[in-house]
């Protein structure tokens, strides 16, 4: 068989494969109901570099916290092993199926940064997670209070340039070909968690941020659908907005003030979500979510900085970004008043110094929790 054919045969593989996803979400079960739960068991997943450093630190916060709910047992804390990068090399699985029979008997994550190798065929063990949980939303909050920047980001999680990320075409010493891929139930329910939580957190305005000019089919429907979705929340204004001028105005004293809710395909979100974090202070500080409706997984926003463990500074992590997670985490459990506490136990303790230790911090933490 000649390239082309061979090509073509593996683009209708995903083709159908992709109309079966589709078909999928269609007939998803209801999301789960965490205040109905007798015990949320939330797994916690070390990861790569500073990881096992950030996770321990934050998991010693959460029993300080938590200890009246892990006494009773209406909370479990369960340690997941093995999602390193050594082990998912010598599997060749990007998440080892025991791992993930493991991380399936939880209810909701907790998990340290995991190395993405470049090239290769091993995928990313968070774009594995995000297609195997089918955790759609990616939610990310970025707070200047004194520069009047209340954000939060709504990133498409499961589909766009990541569905496909590693099963694009070769027409060898020729060309490479990746895909991009819009459904409509995706975008349908991505724009409705933006617009829900629009709608329940009192935010009045929506930016629809894509790049529709160019990318006609995907983001010209995922703009369509969202003001579907828009049109049955009237009292919200929806501006559409084209990604690069967006990753332009964020830096706009003038304008930037007036955003809100984002919501946005997949690799745009992870873009500017980077950005974003900068302008709170870098990306150790935020947290992030990746939720479905029935798993939820909550991470630092950052990689696992392997430059940091080769020069000895892992002890220097910050676990500030983790712990914002697991404040996500918390309130996505129902336990706001223990979410809140550790938000604002976090406010107080303050941007952790650059010399003092990931244990001195979360003993600071621990400390101002009382
Ligand atoms: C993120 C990260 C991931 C992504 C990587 C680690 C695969 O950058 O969560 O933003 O690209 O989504
Ligand atoms: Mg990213």
Known sequence: ??????????????????????????????????????????????GDGIGPIITSESTRVLKALLKDELD?????????????????????????????????????????????????????????????????ANVRPVA????????????????????????????????????KVTTIPGTRRIARAAFEYAKNNGKNYVAIVTKANIMKKTDGMFTAI????????????????????????????????????????????DIITDEAAQLQGGVGTAGSANIGDQYAMFEAIHGSAPRMIETGRGAFANPASILRAAAMLLRHIARADAAAKLDKALDAAGDKPREMTASDYADKVIGLIG
């Open 1 to 46: 068989m000649n390239a082309i054919d061979t090509a073509v045969n593996h683009y209708r593989a995903l083709l159908e494969a992709q109309i079966e996803r589709s078909k999928r979400m269609m007939d998803a079960a209801p999301a789960k109901d965490f205040s109905k739960l007798k015990t949320v068991t939330i797994g916690v997943i070390d």
């Open 72 to 136: 009773a047992g209406s909370i479990v804390l369960r340690p997941i092993e093995g999602l390193t990068i050594e082990n998912r090399k010598a599997k060749g699985e990007a998440i080892p199926s025991d791992i993930l029979a493991e991380i399936k008997t939880c209810d909701v994550l907790l998990k340290g940064p995991t190395e993405t190798p470049k090239g290769g065929t091993l995928e990313s063990a968070n774009v594995a997670m995000r297609r195997a949980l089918d955790l759609y």
């Open 226 to 269: 969202a003001h579907e979705i828009a049109a049955e929340y009237p009292g919200i204004e929806v501006e559409d907005w084209y990604i690069d001028i967006m990753t332009a105005k964020l830096v706009d004293e003038n304008i930037r003030r007036k955003f809100q809710v984002f919501l946005l395909p997949n690799l745009y979100g």
């Open 144 to 179: 200047v209070p004194e520069e009047g920047i209340d954000w939060i980001f709504f990133r498409e999680n499961t589909e766009g340039e990541y569905v496909l990320g590693s099963q694009g075409i070769e027409i060898p010493d020729t060309l490479t070909m990746d895909f």
